[in-house]
Protein backbone atom coordinates (compact mmCIF):
# COMPACT_ATOMS: atom_id res chain seq x y z
CA UNK A 1 0.00 0.00 0.00
CA UNK A 2 1.40 3.19 -0.85
CA UNK A 3 1.43 5.99 1.69
CA UNK A 4 0.12 9.49 0.15
CA UNK A 5 2.16 12.78 1.38
CA UNK A 6 0.05 15.35 2.40
CA UNK A 7 -0.14 18.10 0.03
CA UNK A 8 0.41 21.63 1.51
CA UNK A 9 -1.15 24.57 -0.04
CA UNK A 10 0.49 27.62 -0.04
CA UNK A 11 -1.42 30.99 0.87
CA UNK A 12 -1.06 33.82 -1.64
CA UNK A 13 1.28 36.07 0.43
CA UNK A 14 -0.07 39.65 -1.14
CA UNK A 15 -4.12 38.82 -1.00
CA UNK A 16 -2.96 37.30 2.58
CA UNK A 17 -1.61 40.83 3.70
CA UNK A 18 -4.17 42.94 1.80
CA UNK A 19 -6.87 41.13 4.09
CA UNK A 20 -5.23 41.43 7.20
CA UNK A 21 -4.76 45.03 6.08
CA UNK A 22 -8.02 45.33 5.85
CA UNK A 23 -9.32 43.36 9.23
CA UNK A 24 -6.53 45.54 10.95
CA UNK A 25 -7.95 48.73 9.01
CA UNK A 26 -11.59 47.73 10.02
CA UNK A 27 -11.12 46.46 13.79
CA UNK A 28 -8.63 49.34 15.27
CA UNK A 29 -10.10 51.99 12.74
CA UNK A 30 -13.26 51.12 15.05
CA UNK A 31 -10.80 51.50 17.96
CA UNK A 32 -9.71 54.46 16.84
CA UNK A 33 -13.13 55.77 17.04
CA UNK A 34 -14.46 54.76 20.29
CA UNK A 35 -11.17 56.28 21.52
CA UNK A 36 -11.91 59.65 20.64
CA UNK A 37 -15.74 59.43 20.79
CA UNK A 38 -14.82 58.82 24.42
CA UNK A 39 -12.29 61.56 24.49
CA UNK A 40 -9.76 58.74 25.38
CA UNK A 41 -7.40 60.75 22.95
CA UNK A 42 -7.52 64.24 21.30
CA UNK A 43 -6.49 63.20 17.75
CA UNK A 44 -9.63 62.45 15.70
CA UNK A 45 -10.12 59.25 13.27
CA UNK A 46 -8.76 60.88 10.62
CA UNK A 47 -5.82 62.38 11.65
CA UNK A 48 -3.92 60.88 9.29
CA UNK A 49 -5.25 63.10 6.92
CA UNK A 50 -5.84 66.24 8.72
CA UNK A 51 -3.36 67.75 5.86
CA UNK A 52 -5.84 67.43 3.61
CA UNK A 53 -9.28 68.33 5.10
CA UNK A 54 -10.21 70.81 8.00
CA UNK A 55 -10.18 69.92 11.49
CA UNK A 56 -13.98 71.14 11.55
CA UNK A 57 -15.19 68.43 8.67
CA UNK A 58 -13.04 65.82 10.31
CA UNK A 59 -14.75 65.67 13.86
CA UNK A 60 -17.97 65.29 11.73
CA UNK A 61 -19.39 61.14 10.90
CA UNK A 62 -18.39 61.72 7.32
CA UNK A 63 -14.93 63.40 8.58
CA UNK A 64 -15.01 59.90 11.21
CA UNK A 65 -15.75 57.53 7.99
CA UNK A 66 -13.26 58.89 6.12
CA UNK A 67 -10.45 58.92 8.84
CA UNK A 68 -11.30 55.34 9.36
CA UNK A 69 -11.16 54.46 5.03
CA UNK A 70 -7.78 55.88 5.41
CA UNK A 71 -6.96 53.74 8.48
CA UNK A 72 -7.90 50.78 6.22
CA UNK A 73 -5.86 51.88 3.35
CA UNK A 74 -2.71 52.69 5.75
CA UNK A 75 -3.40 49.48 7.31
CA UNK A 76 -3.38 47.28 4.05
CA UNK A 77 -0.11 49.31 3.09
CA UNK A 78 1.38 48.44 6.35
CA UNK A 79 0.75 44.95 6.09
CA UNK A 80 1.99 44.66 2.71
CA UNK A 81 5.40 46.52 3.90
CA UNK A 82 5.54 44.13 6.81
CA UNK A 83 5.09 40.88 4.45
CA UNK A 84 7.83 42.45 2.53
CA UNK A 85 10.37 42.96 5.22
CA UNK A 86 9.36 40.81 8.17
CA UNK A 87 6.86 37.95 7.09
CA UNK A 88 9.73 35.16 8.15
CA UNK A 89 10.28 36.12 11.34
CA UNK A 90 8.66 33.83 14.34
CA UNK A 91 6.16 35.20 17.68
CA UNK A 92 4.49 38.40 18.13
CA UNK A 93 7.26 40.83 18.96
CA UNK A 94 8.29 41.97 15.39
CA UNK A 95 4.76 43.13 15.16
CA UNK A 96 5.10 44.83 18.75
CA UNK A 97 8.04 46.37 17.46
CA UNK A 98 6.64 47.38 13.87
CA UNK A 99 3.64 49.26 15.67
CA UNK A 100 6.00 50.87 18.20
CA UNK A 101 8.12 51.85 14.68
CA UNK A 102 5.06 53.27 12.91
CA UNK A 103 3.78 55.28 15.86
CA UNK A 104 7.80 56.75 16.18
CA UNK A 105 7.39 57.47 12.74
CA UNK A 106 3.94 59.01 12.67
CA UNK A 107 4.04 61.03 16.04
CA UNK A 108 7.77 62.32 16.10
CA UNK A 109 8.56 62.53 12.51
CA UNK A 110 6.16 62.85 9.75
CA UNK A 111 2.96 63.94 11.77
CA UNK A 112 4.34 66.99 13.75
CA UNK A 113 6.15 68.23 9.91
CA UNK A 114 3.08 67.69 7.59
CA UNK A 115 0.70 69.19 10.37
CA UNK A 116 -1.01 66.17 11.32
CA UNK A 117 -0.58 66.89 14.76
CA UNK A 118 1.28 68.57 17.41
CA UNK A 119 4.55 67.89 18.31
CA UNK A 120 4.82 64.99 21.14
CA UNK A 121 5.69 67.99 23.73
CA UNK A 122 2.31 69.70 23.30
CA UNK A 123 -0.03 66.82 23.37
CA UNK A 124 -2.00 65.41 26.37
CA UNK A 125 -0.15 62.49 27.94
CA UNK A 126 -3.64 60.84 27.59
CA UNK A 127 -3.35 60.78 23.98
CA UNK A 128 0.15 60.08 23.93
CA UNK A 129 -0.35 56.91 25.93
CA UNK A 130 -3.46 55.67 24.16
CA UNK A 131 -1.99 56.41 20.51
CA UNK A 132 1.07 53.80 21.41
CA UNK A 133 -1.45 51.46 22.83
CA UNK A 134 -3.71 51.42 19.58
CA UNK A 135 -0.38 51.14 17.29
CA UNK A 136 0.90 47.94 19.68
CA UNK A 137 -1.66 46.12 19.44
CA UNK A 138 -2.20 47.53 15.95
CA UNK A 139 1.10 46.39 15.23
CA UNK A 140 1.01 43.03 16.95
CA UNK A 141 -2.04 41.95 15.15
CA UNK A 142 -0.79 42.66 11.69
CA UNK A 143 2.77 41.14 12.43
CA UNK A 144 1.63 38.10 14.54
CA UNK A 145 -1.28 36.94 12.13
CA UNK A 146 1.08 37.39 9.14
CA UNK A 147 3.74 35.36 11.36
CA UNK A 148 1.52 32.24 11.97
CA UNK A 149 0.43 32.15 8.66
CA UNK A 150 3.71 32.07 7.18
CA UNK A 151 5.95 30.50 9.96
CA UNK A 152 3.54 27.80 10.84
CA UNK A 153 5.45 25.17 12.25
CA UNK A 154 3.17 22.45 12.20
CA UNK A 155 3.49 21.72 8.67
CA UNK A 156 6.79 20.08 9.74
CA UNK A 157 5.39 17.49 11.78
CA UNK A 158 5.47 13.80 9.87
CA UNK A 159 1.83 13.15 8.17
CA UNK A 160 0.85 9.88 10.25
CA UNK A 161 -1.88 8.09 7.97
CA UNK A 162 -3.51 4.89 10.28
CA UNK A 163 -0.92 5.56 12.86
CA UNK A 164 -2.31 4.07 16.16
CA UNK A 165 -0.04 6.31 17.82
CA UNK A 166 -1.67 9.56 20.15
CA UNK A 167 -0.75 12.65 18.11
CA UNK A 168 0.08 15.73 20.01
CA UNK A 169 -2.80 18.30 19.81
Known sequence: MEVQKETIDRTNRWKFSVYIGLWA???????????????????????????????????????YMVGWGMFILFSIVAALLYTLLLSKVPGPWAGVGYGAIW?????????PVTGMMNWIAYMEWNTIITEICLF?????????????????????EPFAQNSHEPQPE
Not at 32 to 51: C, D, N
Open 25 to 63: GIIWGAVKIMEHFFKFTSLPPGFLVEPFFKRSFLLTWKG
Open 103 to 111: WMLIFLLIG
Open 136 to 156: LVWGLFIGYSIALEFNDERIR
